[in-house]
C-alpha cells in the first residue's frame, strides 16, 4: 500500500490539496444517478445496494469527507447520496483520483494518468512492491429459457448468478 499511497498523495500534491473542503457547494452539482425502473434479479451495485457511510472522495482537487457512497457496477460510475435525498447523483469520474469506501481504497486509473486503463473504479487490494486491483463489472442478461426476465418484478427460482473471475497481468498500460 505504501507506493501506491505515495503515488497517490504526489498526484493529490499535484492537484494543490490544502485541506479538506469545507464548502461541498460544488460537488454536490453532479447528475442524478440512473434509476432501473424494473426489478431485476440481482443490483446494479458493486455488492449490495447499501449506501456506505463515512467514505471520503478527492475531487477535483479537493478531499471530502463523510460521504455515502456506492458504485454501479453496470455504468462503472461512482454514487452519492446526500443526507436526506431520496435520490443519488453521479460523481464525475474525471474529476474523482480516488475514494475510500468500507475501509477500502478505490482509484480511477483514468484519472491517474493511465490513459489506456478501462474505464471505472478500481479497488487496490494488494500492494506491496507490485499493485494489484480489483474491479467488478455487471451486466444485464436474460436466460436462454425465458424464465429470468420475461416477466420483470418477482423473485426467480432459477435465478443462478454467475461469477467470472480472471486476473490480467500487464506491466503497464
Not at 507506493?3 to 485541506?19: A, E, R
Not at 434479479?41 to 477535483?60: C, H, I, L, R
Amino acid at each position: 500500500m505504501k507506493s501506491l499511497k505515495l503515488l497517490l498523495l504526489s498526484l493529490s500534491l499535484c492537484f494543490s490539496i490544502t485541506s479538506i473542503a469545507q464548502n461541498y457547494d460544488s460537488f454536490f452539482r453532479g447528475q442524478v444517478a440512473p434509476s432501473y425502473q424494473f426489478s431485476f434479479n440481482g443490483n446494479p451495485f458493486w455488492n449490495d445496494a447499501q449506501y456506505k457511510e463515512g467514505s471520503t472522495v478527492f475531487y477535483d482537487g479537493k478531499e471530502y469527507g463523510s460521504l455515502s457512497l456506492n458504485i454501479d457496477a453496470y455504468k462503472q460510475i461512482l454514487l452519492l447520496r446526500r443526507e436526506g435525498d431520496a435520490v443519488p447523483m453521479m460523481v464525475d469520474g474525471d474529476k474523482t483520483l480516488w475514494f475510500t469506501m468500507s475501509d477500502s481504497l478505490f482509484v480511477n486509473l483514468n484519472t491517474a494518468g493511465i490513459k489506456d486503463a478501462p474505464a471505472g473504479y478500481f479497488k487496490v487490494i494488494y500492494d506491496k512492491g507490485a499493485i494489484l486491483f480489483e474491479r467488478i463489472v455487471k451486466v444485464k442478461q436474460t436466460s436462454t429459457l425465458d424464465v429470468n426476465g420475461t416477466r420483470i418484478g418477482y423473485v426467480d427460482d432459477s435465478y443462478n448468478p454467475s461469477l467470472s473471475t480472471f486476473f490480467e497481468k500487464r506491466v503497464s498500460y
